[in-house]
Protein backbone atom coordinates (compact mmCIF):
# COMPACT_ATOMS: atom_id res chain seq x y z
CA UNK A 1 0.00 0.00 0.00
CA UNK A 2 2.90 1.93 1.19
CA UNK A 3 4.55 1.60 -2.56
CA UNK A 4 0.99 2.46 -4.43
CA UNK A 5 1.21 5.77 -2.10
CA UNK A 6 4.56 6.81 -3.51
CA UNK A 7 3.81 5.67 -6.78
CA UNK A 8 0.53 8.17 -6.86
CA UNK A 9 2.91 10.42 -5.47
CA UNK A 10 4.91 10.63 -8.04
CA UNK A 11 2.41 10.06 -10.54
CA UNK A 12 0.68 13.61 -9.17
CA UNK A 13 4.21 15.84 -9.11
CA UNK A 14 4.97 14.32 -13.29
CA UNK A 15 1.63 15.68 -13.80
CA UNK A 16 1.60 18.58 -12.11
CA UNK A 17 4.81 19.90 -12.98
CA UNK A 18 3.87 19.58 -16.64
CA UNK A 19 0.77 21.21 -16.30
CA UNK A 20 2.84 24.10 -14.52
CA UNK A 21 5.59 23.63 -17.61
CA UNK A 22 8.19 22.87 -15.15
CA UNK A 23 9.65 21.45 -18.29
CA UNK A 24 9.01 24.62 -20.56
CA UNK A 25 10.07 25.33 -23.65
CA UNK A 26 13.89 25.49 -25.08
CA UNK A 27 14.97 28.65 -24.59
CA UNK A 28 17.60 29.75 -27.22
CA UNK A 29 19.31 33.07 -26.57
CA UNK A 30 20.64 34.06 -29.84
CA UNK A 31 23.15 37.15 -29.49
CA UNK A 32 24.94 39.57 -32.36
CA UNK A 33 26.87 42.49 -32.52
CA UNK A 34 25.07 44.53 -35.23
CA UNK A 35 22.08 46.20 -35.87
CA UNK A 36 18.39 44.61 -36.16
CA UNK A 37 18.00 46.05 -39.92
CA UNK A 38 20.70 44.47 -40.98
CA UNK A 39 21.56 41.04 -43.07
CA UNK A 40 22.09 39.48 -39.71
CA UNK A 41 19.91 41.57 -37.82
CA UNK A 42 17.20 40.44 -39.61
CA UNK A 43 17.81 36.95 -40.43
CA UNK A 44 17.69 36.25 -36.19
CA UNK A 45 14.63 37.73 -36.07
CA UNK A 46 13.24 35.76 -39.02
CA UNK A 47 14.49 33.17 -37.32
CA UNK A 48 12.85 33.64 -34.07
CA UNK A 49 9.93 34.32 -35.67
CA UNK A 50 9.55 30.61 -37.34
CA UNK A 51 11.20 28.83 -34.82
CA UNK A 52 7.99 30.13 -32.34
CA UNK A 53 5.43 29.99 -34.48
CA UNK A 54 6.27 26.36 -36.04
CA UNK A 55 7.79 25.04 -32.61
CA UNK A 56 5.53 26.85 -30.35
CA UNK A 57 5.37 26.37 -26.99
CA UNK A 58 8.07 23.75 -27.72
CA UNK A 59 11.24 25.91 -28.54
CA UNK A 60 11.46 30.31 -27.47
CA UNK A 61 14.13 32.41 -29.18
CA UNK A 62 15.00 35.10 -27.24
CA UNK A 63 17.09 38.13 -30.23
CA UNK A 64 20.06 40.31 -28.12
CA UNK A 65 21.41 42.50 -30.99
CA UNK A 66 24.04 45.10 -31.22
CA UNK A 67 26.31 43.66 -28.15
CA UNK A 68 23.73 44.44 -25.77
CA UNK A 69 23.79 40.72 -24.37
CA UNK A 70 27.47 39.63 -25.37
CA UNK A 71 29.66 41.75 -27.58
CA UNK A 72 33.26 40.57 -29.62
CA UNK A 73 34.87 39.96 -26.32
CA UNK A 74 33.12 37.68 -24.85
CA UNK A 75 30.33 35.81 -27.12
CA UNK A 76 32.35 32.65 -27.68
CA UNK A 77 33.28 32.20 -24.42
CA UNK A 78 29.65 32.39 -23.54
CA UNK A 79 28.80 29.93 -26.27
CA UNK A 80 31.20 27.41 -24.92
CA UNK A 81 29.49 28.25 -21.30
CA UNK A 82 26.28 27.10 -22.60
CA UNK A 83 25.09 30.91 -21.30
CA UNK A 84 23.86 31.63 -25.05
CA UNK A 85 22.98 28.76 -27.59
CA UNK A 86 23.38 30.78 -30.93
CA UNK A 87 25.87 33.59 -32.30
CA UNK A 88 26.79 34.46 -36.03
CA UNK A 89 30.48 36.22 -35.94
CA UNK A 90 32.07 37.01 -38.78
CA UNK A 91 34.59 34.38 -40.36
CA UNK A 92 37.41 36.49 -39.37
CA UNK A 93 36.79 35.79 -35.79
CA UNK A 94 37.33 31.99 -35.65
CA UNK A 95 41.03 32.28 -35.75
CA UNK A 96 41.71 30.92 -32.43
CA UNK A 97 39.14 28.13 -33.35
CA UNK A 98 40.81 27.27 -36.76
CA UNK A 99 42.92 28.13 -39.32
CA UNK A 100 40.94 26.91 -42.88
CA UNK A 101 38.00 29.85 -42.49
CA UNK A 102 41.03 32.29 -43.44
CA UNK A 103 40.36 31.35 -46.73
CA UNK A 104 37.60 33.62 -46.64
CA UNK A 105 39.45 36.55 -46.29
CA UNK A 106 41.79 36.38 -48.60
CA UNK A 107 41.63 39.73 -50.22
CA UNK A 108 40.31 40.02 -53.69
CA UNK A 109 39.93 35.95 -53.79
CA UNK A 110 36.46 36.06 -55.11
CA UNK A 111 35.06 37.86 -57.77
CA UNK A 112 32.02 38.91 -56.51
CA UNK A 113 29.29 38.27 -54.17
CA UNK A 114 27.54 35.42 -56.16
CA UNK A 115 30.81 33.80 -56.53
CA UNK A 116 31.30 33.07 -52.44
CA UNK A 117 27.67 31.60 -52.68
CA UNK A 118 28.70 29.51 -54.96
CA UNK A 119 31.41 28.10 -53.19
CA UNK A 120 29.87 28.08 -49.71
CA UNK A 121 27.56 25.11 -51.62
CA UNK A 122 30.44 23.13 -52.54
CA UNK A 123 31.83 20.67 -50.38
CA UNK A 124 34.83 21.99 -49.21
CA UNK A 125 32.71 24.50 -47.55
CA UNK A 126 30.79 22.14 -45.80
CA UNK A 127 33.60 20.18 -44.15
CA UNK A 128 35.04 23.86 -43.28
CA UNK A 129 31.16 24.09 -41.01
CA UNK A 130 32.54 20.97 -39.52
CA UNK A 131 36.31 22.62 -38.69
CA UNK A 132 35.55 23.68 -35.26
CA UNK A 133 33.70 20.69 -33.71
CA UNK A 134 37.02 19.52 -31.37
CA UNK A 135 36.16 22.97 -29.56
CA UNK A 136 32.47 21.74 -29.43
CA UNK A 137 31.00 24.14 -31.75
CA UNK A 138 28.68 23.24 -34.63
CA UNK A 139 28.16 25.13 -37.67
CA UNK A 140 24.72 25.27 -38.71
CA UNK A 141 25.14 27.88 -42.27
CA UNK A 142 26.78 30.44 -43.85
CA UNK A 143 25.30 33.56 -44.05
CA UNK A 144 26.65 36.81 -45.79
CA UNK A 145 26.65 40.27 -45.56
CA UNK A 146 28.42 41.99 -48.31
CA UNK A 147 31.28 42.99 -50.28
CA UNK A 148 33.82 45.21 -47.95
CA UNK A 149 34.61 48.86 -48.84
CA UNK A 150 37.75 50.74 -47.33
CA UNK A 151 36.51 54.05 -45.04
CA UNK A 152 39.27 56.86 -44.16
CA UNK A 153 40.04 60.35 -42.98
CA UNK A 154 41.84 60.81 -46.38
CA UNK A 155 40.35 59.71 -49.86
CA UNK A 156 42.24 56.77 -51.06
CA UNK A 157 42.48 56.41 -54.71
CA UNK A 158 45.71 54.39 -54.92
CA UNK A 159 47.25 51.70 -52.38
CA UNK A 160 49.44 54.22 -51.57
CA UNK A 161 47.45 56.32 -50.02
CA UNK A 162 46.92 54.32 -47.28
CA UNK A 163 50.52 54.38 -45.98
CA UNK A 164 50.77 55.13 -42.52
CA UNK A 165 47.39 55.35 -41.77
CA UNK A 166 45.75 53.06 -38.63
CA UNK A 167 42.61 50.44 -39.50
CA UNK A 168 40.53 49.08 -37.61
CA UNK A 169 40.93 45.45 -38.06
CA UNK A 170 38.71 42.31 -37.07
CA UNK A 171 40.82 39.87 -35.08
CA UNK A 172 42.19 38.25 -38.01
CA UNK A 173 46.04 37.62 -39.04
CA UNK A 174 44.84 37.60 -42.65
CA UNK A 175 43.20 41.09 -42.21
CA UNK A 176 46.28 42.83 -40.81
CA UNK A 177 48.50 41.20 -43.37
CA UNK A 178 46.09 43.10 -46.16
CA UNK A 179 46.80 46.51 -44.64
CA UNK A 180 50.72 45.39 -43.89
CA UNK A 181 51.04 44.93 -47.61
CA UNK A 182 49.91 48.68 -48.03
CA UNK A 183 52.30 49.96 -45.42
CA UNK A 184 49.54 50.76 -43.29
CA UNK A 185 49.00 50.14 -39.34
CA UNK A 186 45.88 47.87 -37.75
CA UNK A 187 44.59 48.29 -34.39
CA UNK A 188 42.30 45.08 -33.75
CA UNK A 189 39.01 46.31 -32.10
CA UNK A 190 35.31 44.94 -30.98
CA UNK A 191 32.84 45.78 -33.77
CA UNK A 192 31.21 47.99 -30.50
CA UNK A 193 34.44 50.02 -30.64
CA UNK A 194 34.28 51.12 -33.92
CA UNK A 195 32.56 54.25 -34.11
CA UNK A 196 34.25 55.68 -31.06
CA UNK A 197 37.78 54.83 -32.58
CA UNK A 198 36.95 56.67 -35.68
CA UNK A 199 35.58 59.64 -34.09
CA UNK A 200 38.05 59.84 -31.80
CA UNK A 201 40.54 59.67 -34.15
CA UNK A 202 42.33 56.39 -32.39
CA UNK A 203 42.22 54.53 -35.77
CA UNK A 204 41.78 56.54 -39.61
CA UNK A 205 39.82 53.77 -41.50
CA UNK A 206 38.23 50.75 -41.33
CA UNK A 207 36.46 47.92 -43.70
CA UNK A 208 33.15 47.29 -43.77
CA UNK A 209 30.19 46.67 -46.16
CA UNK A 210 27.83 49.21 -46.61
CA UNK A 211 25.21 47.81 -44.08
CA UNK A 212 27.46 48.15 -41.01
CA UNK A 213 28.78 51.69 -42.17
CA UNK A 214 25.04 52.63 -42.46
CA UNK A 215 23.76 51.13 -39.58
CA UNK A 216 26.42 52.22 -37.38
CA UNK A 217 26.69 55.55 -38.78
CA UNK A 218 30.01 54.77 -39.87
CA UNK A 219 30.07 57.30 -42.97
CA UNK A 220 29.35 60.56 -40.28
CA UNK A 221 32.90 60.29 -39.15
CA UNK A 222 34.97 58.82 -42.03
CA UNK A 223 34.47 61.85 -45.21
CA UNK A 224 35.51 58.98 -47.51
CA UNK A 225 34.86 55.74 -48.87
CA UNK A 226 36.18 53.97 -50.99
CA UNK A 227 33.95 51.22 -53.43
CA UNK A 228 37.56 48.85 -53.12
CA UNK A 229 34.71 45.51 -52.61
CA UNK A 230 38.42 44.08 -51.89
CA UNK A 231 36.81 41.14 -49.62
CA UNK A 232 33.47 39.78 -48.16
CA UNK A 233 31.87 40.13 -44.61
CA UNK A 234 30.25 36.38 -44.05
CA UNK A 235 29.41 34.59 -41.25
CA UNK A 236 28.82 31.37 -39.45
CA UNK A 237 25.45 30.69 -37.80
CA UNK A 238 26.92 28.51 -34.71
CA UNK A 239 25.86 26.31 -31.77
CA UNK A 240 26.99 24.96 -28.84
CA UNK A 241 27.67 20.85 -29.72
CA UNK A 242 26.53 19.54 -26.88
CA UNK A 243 23.55 22.00 -26.23
CA UNK A 244 22.34 21.17 -30.06
CA UNK A 245 22.60 17.07 -29.92
CA UNK A 246 20.37 17.56 -26.93
CA UNK A 247 17.53 18.68 -28.54
CA UNK A 248 14.78 15.94 -29.22
CA UNK A 249 15.67 14.86 -32.97
CA UNK A 250 11.93 16.15 -34.33
CA UNK A 251 12.64 19.77 -32.56
CA UNK A 252 16.17 19.82 -34.12
CA UNK A 253 14.80 18.55 -37.36
CA UNK A 254 12.19 21.24 -37.77
CA UNK A 255 14.94 23.83 -36.27
CA UNK A 256 17.36 23.16 -38.97
CA UNK A 257 14.77 23.09 -41.70
CA UNK A 258 14.20 26.60 -40.40
CA UNK A 259 17.29 27.57 -40.28
CA UNK A 260 17.74 26.38 -44.41
CA UNK A 261 14.76 29.09 -44.78
CA UNK A 262 16.47 31.49 -43.51
CA UNK A 263 19.60 31.25 -44.32
CA UNK A 264 18.49 31.63 -47.80
CA UNK A 265 16.10 34.22 -46.88
CA UNK A 266 19.37 36.19 -45.47
CA UNK A 267 21.76 35.65 -48.10
CA UNK A 268 18.98 36.52 -51.25
CA UNK A 269 18.40 39.87 -49.11
CA UNK A 270 21.57 40.65 -48.27
CA UNK A 271 22.69 42.80 -51.42
CA UNK A 272 19.62 44.51 -51.91
CA UNK A 273 20.30 45.63 -48.28
CA UNK A 274 23.80 46.72 -48.78
CA UNK A 275 22.32 48.30 -52.19
CA UNK A 276 19.78 50.46 -50.27
CA UNK A 277 22.26 51.49 -47.60
CA UNK A 278 25.09 52.71 -50.35
CA UNK A 279 22.28 54.50 -51.66
CA UNK A 280 21.91 56.22 -48.14
CA UNK A 281 25.71 57.02 -47.31
CA UNK A 282 25.65 58.57 -51.34
CA UNK A 283 22.95 60.34 -50.30
CA UNK A 284 24.26 62.04 -46.95
CA UNK A 285 27.10 63.51 -48.87
CA UNK A 286 29.43 61.45 -47.91
CA UNK A 287 32.14 61.08 -50.43
CA UNK A 288 32.27 57.38 -52.30
CA UNK A 289 35.19 57.53 -54.79
CA UNK A 290 34.46 54.48 -57.26
CA UNK A 291 38.20 52.85 -58.52
CA UNK A 292 38.78 52.49 -62.65
CA UNK A 293 39.09 49.00 -63.96
CA UNK A 294 42.98 49.80 -63.25
CA UNK A 295 42.92 51.23 -59.86
CA UNK A 296 41.56 48.36 -58.55
CA UNK A 297 43.54 46.02 -60.51
CA UNK A 298 46.51 48.07 -58.35
CA UNK A 299 45.34 47.76 -55.41
CA UNK A 300 45.01 43.37 -55.87
CA UNK A 301 48.55 43.58 -56.90
CA UNK A 302 49.40 45.15 -53.80
CA UNK A 303 47.40 42.86 -51.26
CA UNK A 304 47.61 39.69 -53.64
CA UNK A 305 50.87 38.44 -51.68
CA UNK A 306 48.92 37.91 -48.51
CA UNK A 307 47.53 34.66 -50.00
CA UNK A 308 51.13 32.56 -50.10
CA UNK A 309 51.49 33.88 -46.80
CA UNK A 310 48.45 32.11 -45.81
CA UNK A 311 48.75 28.97 -48.35
CA UNK A 312 50.20 26.45 -45.94
CA UNK A 313 47.63 27.23 -42.88
CA UNK A 314 44.30 27.21 -44.99
CA UNK A 315 45.60 24.97 -47.78
CA UNK A 316 45.99 25.19 -51.18
CA UNK A 317 43.02 22.91 -52.36
CA UNK A 318 40.74 25.01 -50.19
CA UNK A 319 42.35 28.18 -51.72
CA UNK A 320 41.86 26.53 -55.50
CA UNK A 321 38.62 25.35 -54.41
CA UNK A 322 37.81 28.97 -53.82
CA UNK A 323 39.36 30.15 -57.02
CA UNK A 324 37.35 27.45 -59.43
CA UNK A 325 33.95 29.53 -58.47
CA UNK A 326 34.73 32.49 -59.65
CA UNK A 327 33.61 32.55 -63.93
C1 LIG B 1 32.96 43.41 -37.62
O1 LIG B 1 33.45 43.18 -36.50
O2 LIG B 1 33.32 44.32 -38.35
C2 LIG B 1 31.85 42.52 -38.10
O3 LIG B 1 32.20 41.20 -37.88
C3 LIG B 1 30.57 42.86 -37.41
C4 LIG B 1 29.45 41.97 -37.87
O4 LIG B 1 29.10 41.06 -37.16
O5 LIG B 1 28.95 42.24 -38.97
Request: overall charge neutral; aromatic content about 8%; proline content about 4%.
Amino acid sequence: LRSCAAALAALSILFSSTALGADGPIVIKFSHVVADDTPKGKGALLFKKLAEERLAGQVQVEVYSNSKLYGDADEMQALLDNKVQMLAPSLSKFDPYTKQLQVFDLPFLFDDAEAVKRFQKREASNKLLNSMSGHGIYGLAYWNNGLKQLSATHALHQPEDAAGLSFRVQPSKVLESQFEALNAKTVRLSFSEVFKALQDGTVQGAENPWSNIASQKLHTVQPYITESNHGMLNYMLITNSKFWLGIPFAVRSELEGIIQEVTQAVNNEAEALNRRDRERILASGTQVLSLTPEERQRWREKMRPVWEAYEAEIGADVIRAAQAVNR
